[in-house]
Structures are given as C-alpha cells and as structure tokens.
C-alpha cells in the first residue's frame, strides 16, 4: 500500500472550513483514499473514501487531484466537536481476503472558538 | 444500535497475569480486528478474522491468542501479561461484501495497563 504523509498539526476556527491534506504521490491506479478521525479516547470513526472522483457525505468532501498524488479534506463549517487526530490512508481494494488499514500518526485538528 | 462492544473498559494487570479482552458486534459482519494504540502513536493491527474458524495474525501478534467460534464474538487473550502490552486496545468490524468500501466499525476501546 501506498505511504501517507500529513501534517502533524492544524488549527481551524469554529465556523470555518478545515481543509486537512495528505500526500500520496507513490499512489497506484486501485488504491483507494480512506479518511478516519479519532476523537480523544475514542475508536476511529469513517469520514469517507475515493478512487479518482471528489466524493461528498453529510461529514465530509474529499477532493482526490487530478494525479491522484494527494488529497484533501474538508470540513465545511468545523466545530468544536471536531477537534481530532485525522488519518489518511491509502488502501487496495478487497481482493476477498480481509483488509488491514494501516493507521499512521495522523493530523491532530485543533478547532477553536 | 449497540454496534461493536468491548468489555472491560479499563483494567490493570499485574506483571504475567492473564485475561480476556471481550469483543462482540451485532451487525453480522463476517471481519473482525484488533488493534492496539500506544500514546502518540497510531494503530497496529494484533490479529483478524475473515469468518468463524478463521483467524490470522496481523503485524505484533507476539503475545497475543484470538478465538473465532462465533460471527459475533471475537475475544483476545493476553497469557503472560507484560509491561509492553499497557496500550489501547480497539476492536473493529466490517462487513465482507463491501470489497471497494472498507468501513471499519470500531469500538470504544478497551484501556489497559500491566504493572
């Protein structure tokens, strides 16, 4: 699976939207984007996934570029309840067996008033 | 909706005790995980399961023994208990028919600390 590389630490204020990156320039051509968050103490929680279309749920936006090489991710309107450590994986599609996501360290997303 | 449970939440081992991390999910899901998270760190996977009967090891399995006889329950064993094994402990499922969709459903998390 293709390596991930985020920054260790954003900020974002209430009400504005949190555009989290991730590089992934050794991405090959059925790789998947996986986004998860970990809210302090929690189990990760599912954001949202792509292959080469920007994808849009009632969480997220994940905008893929057009080389696949990186990602972003939006929160449109971050609140407070949002402040947590973001992870962006890189991940083959299922071929039957049992994935294994791999987490990194992640970024930690402070949102403040 | 209970989703994925762990039980306990918190517990404390003395050096070479042994127990039970209890892990069970009523959603039918077919996969089932294990991680565990140091401080500051991310997640490592310990050991999985595809089915019922089918277990596997993942990346740091040393130390570690699962159990599948059930769809639902998916309990980890810790023998010989030793400091290195203080962590978060995760449980997580998913079902197996979603091959481009790998939705995790974790759990609360079970926190554990062996002095």
């Known amino acids: 699976d293709a390596k991930t590389t985020q920054p260790t630490s954003m900020d974002c204020a209430e009400g504005r939207a949190a555009n989290l990156p991730c590089n992934h320039s050794t991405i090959s051509g059925n790789e998947y984007v996986y986004w998860y968050r970990q809210i302090h103490s929690q189990g990760p929680q599912y954001i949202i996934h792509g292959l080469k279309n920007n994808e849009t749920n009632e969480m997220a936006s994940l905008i893929i570029t057009e080389d696949r090489k990186s990602s972003t991710l939006i929160l449109p309107h971050a609140t407070l309840r949002d402040t947590a450590v973001y992870y962006c994986?890189?991940?083959?599609?299922?071929?039957?067996?049992?994935?294994?996501?791999?987490f990194g360290t992640g970024t930690r997303l402070q949102v403040t008033l | 909706n209970a989703g994925v449970t762990q039980t306990p939440k918190f517990r404390i081992l003395k050096i070479g005790q042994s127990m039970t991390l209890q892990c069970t999910q009523d959603?039918?899901?077919?996969?089932m995980y294990w991680y565990r998270q140091d401080p500051g760190m991310g997640l490592k996977l310990i050991y999985y399961s595809v089915g019922a009967g089918i277990t596997d090891k993942g990346e740091v399995p040393n130390g570690y023994n699962v159990s599948r006889s059930t769809t639902e329950d998916f309990p980890l064993r810790l023998e010989l208990a030793a400091p290195s094994q203080t962590s978060v402990y995760f449980c997580a499922s998913r079902r197996a028919q979603d091959r481009t969709n790998e939705k995790l459903f974790f759990g609360s998390g079970t926190q554990l600390s062996v002095l």
């Open positions: 994986i890189v991940r083959v599609a299922s071929t039957g067996t049992a994935s294994k996501l791999t």
């Open positions: 959603m039918n899901h077919n996969y």
